[in-house]
Antibody, heavy 116, light 107 residues
Framework: QVQLVQSGSELKKPGASVIISCKAS????????MDWVRQAPGQGLEWMGW????????TYAPDFTGRFVFSLDTSVNTAYLQINTLKAEDTAVYYC?????????WGQGTLVTVSS | DIQMTQSPSSLSASVGDRVTITCRAS??????LAWYQQKPGKVPKLLIQ???ILQSGVPSRFSGSYSGTDFALTISSLQPEDVATYYC?????????FGQGTKVEIK
């Protein structure tokens, strides 16, 4: 069926990096862009940006430039979010979502916990 | 950047009540607004796109409307399963900002 399946929870130390994967199935991967959304504990949704699944060109929201990297492997219909130099405030659930405009299909979310 | 201001931040209403959540854009976004529902501990779900187009499978008690830069999500008869936080999102331009969310509870 049509779905996005994300990788599992991660526990990382400050300064480390993490890569979250988002595997799409049930639709043509390159027909839709992939967006990323962050939700800190008890907080609202933050739009991080999106990646064009045809060109691989990423667009980042202003608060997510520098340490955040979107990438793709179209051979396995998978999008990736890499977060470098992790900080405690990066602790959150990260969602991938099919979109480019409105987000009609969401992954189950990946909890990243940053703690020493 | 376009700011999306949602109100109220929370509300408590009785089963069967009519509930309205508003979202104001800081500048014009045409009809490029979506509403999402996030039930406790769950993944957000798209309810409405293009300000008033109901997604397939969404109960008809949900509706969207707009006037200029003011948008509204209405639940015509609140049900227990509607307990959730609701978010609006601008998708007219980047960054595609979300509103702060409105938490809906049953009185």
């Amino acid at each position: 069926q049509v779905q996005l399946v994300q990788s599992g929870s991660e526990l990382k130390k400050p300064g480390a990096s993490v890569i979250i994967s988002c595997k799409a199935s049930g639709y043509t991967f390159t027909t839709y862009a992939m967006d990323w959304v962050r939700q800190a504990p008890g907080q609202g949704l933050e739009w991080m940006g999106w990646i064009n699944t045809n060109t691989g060109n990423p667009t980042y929201a202003p608060d997510f430039t520098g340490r955040f990297v979107f990438s793709l492997d179209t051979s396995v219909n998978t999008a990736y979010l890499q977060i470098n130099t992790l900080k405690a405030e990066d602790t959150a659930v990260y969602y991938c979502a099919r979109g480019q405009v409105f987000l009609d299909l969401w992954g189950q979310g990946t909890l990243v916990t940053v703690s020493s | 950047d376009i700011q999306m201001t949602q109100s109220p931040s929370s509300l408590s209403a009785s089963v069967g009540d009519r509930v309205t959540i508003t979202c104001r854009a800081s500048q014009g976004i045409s009809v490029y607004l979506a509403w999402y529902q996030q039930k406790p501990g769950k993944v957000p779900k798209l309810l409405i796109q293009s300000a008033f187009i109901l997604q397939s499978g969404v109960p008809s008690r949900f509706s969207g409307s707009y006037s200029g830069t003011d948008f509204a999500l209405t639940i015509s008869s609140l049900q227990p399963e509607d307990v959730a936080t609701y978010y609006c999102q601008n998708y007219n331009s980047v960054p595609r900002t979300f509103g702060q969310g409105t938490k809906v509870e049953i009185k």
